[in-house]
């Protein structure tokens, strides 16, 4: 998707009432997100610069972003909150911008790993 394209869809997605729930078409994807295409030829720069002037004071990762999908592995660079939604834009592994509308109720990335951790604590202790 160009620019326009990526605005356009965006804005479709951004309010739950809507679409319905989000899912994402990209293999092995978890529901709660979309992933949009994004044309090989935009500049990350030019669409947080876009959707910057469309939906004002970015969240970036200096100052918190809210939970992402991937966060492990996509460099989420700016997210901007609406109604129940999350609008991210970052970088993938390949550097190649990556955009997606996510819950925002989401739950952040690791709570199932700390919640295992707090299993095997409250496993490992012994009453006597
Ligand atoms: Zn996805």
């Given at each position: 998707m160009d620019l326009a394209e990526l605005a356009k869809a965006v804005s479709r997605l951004k309010y739950p009432q809507d679409e319905g729930d989000l899912t994402c078409?990209?293999?092995g994807h978890p529901d709660g997100h979309t992933c949009l295409p994004v044309s090989a030829d935009l500049?990350?720069?030019?669409v947080v610069e876009a959707f910057g002037e469309r939906y004002r004071d970015p969240?970036?990762?200096t100052y918190g972003l809210p939970p992402l999908p991937f966060d492990d592995r996509i460099g989420w660079t700016h997210a901007w909150s609406r109604f129940a939604r999350a609008i991210a834009v970052g970088r993938g592994p390949d550097v190649r911008p990556v955009v997606a509308v996510a819950e925002r109720n989401m739950p952040a990335a690791g709570?199932?790993?700390?919640a295992a951790?707090?299993?095997t604590v409250i496993g490992s202790v012994r009453v006597p």
């Open positions: 078409d990209e293999p500049d990350v720069d030019d969240r970036t990762r709570t199932g790993r700390l951790i707090v299993s």
